[in-house]
């Protein structure tokens, strides 16, 4: 008798699952662009807060406070709320996923530039830098590798919690999982589930090759 774990190697490797609106690459371009929308609202938003707080040193006690609170919100009960709010489409899960990618962005810029030697700091003043200069040009550049860490782990945590849009009967990787458990075929449910893990898996090694390279301060 196979095991699940050889029947979701079958479905995997069956091509019919690998072609159209229902397979695979379909399923994963989805899944990606709803995780890179969602960084990207959550970058716009959390990335000049955190740079402006770890610049100035000012409200970092509110955006601890903060950030713990948005990390304890539970997603999908989030979810639920905001399709109650705001009915069943994207907008419902790209608010509960950016909630969930704003504490890392924001934990990641300004814990960086507070990270710089402060004589770093002052002795870029001492030579004329106006303030913007010294943000743009010092203490972004020497904060890349925990901005990027930053990035990482909010990209992380979206492409593994965007299956949720499944739930509400949106498309990316979730599907498999969600439907597969509604039917009870469980070697779709595991398929979709190793395709998440492997796209993970792939998204940290790249950012991870990308922090390596960045400057340190």
């Not at 979810?79 to 890392?104: D, E, K, M, R, S």
Request: net charge neutral; charged share 10%; proline share 4%.
């Amino acid at each position: 008798m196979s095991s699940v774990f050889d029947e979701a190697v079958d479905w995997l490797t069956t091509s019919a699952h690998w072609h159209g609106e229902e397979g695979v690459p379909h399923r994963l371009f989805q899944h990606l662009g709803y995780t890179t929308l969602t960084v990207a609202i959550a970058a716009v938003v959390a990335l000049p807060v955190g740079l402006w707080i770890g610049h100035t040193g000012r409200l970092r006690g509110l955006a601890v406070l903060v950030s713990g609170a948005l990390r304890a919100l539970p997603t999908l009960g989030l979810l639920t709320l905001v399709v109650l709010w705001q009915g069943i489409g994207l907008t419902a899960p790209i608010i509960a996923l950016v909630v969930l990618a704003i504490p890392p962005l924001l934990a990641g810029a300004y814990a960086g530039l507070e990270a710089i030697d402060r004589r770093t700091i002052d002795a870029a003043r001492a030579v004329g830098m106006t303030e913007w200069q010294v943000l743009t040009k010092v203490e972004i550049p020497l904060a890349a590798g925990l901005i990027v860490g930053g990035l990482r782990s909010a990209v992380l945590q979206v492409v593994a919690t965007a299956t949720i849009a499944a739930y509400i009967g949106l498309g990316g990787l979730g599907r498999y999982i969600i439907d597969g458990v509604a039917i009870r075929d469980y070697p779709q449910t595991l398929s979709g589930s190793l395709v998440v893990v492997v796209l993970a898996l792939a998204l940290d090694a790249v950012f991870a090759a990308v922090q390596r390279l960045a400057p340190r301060a």
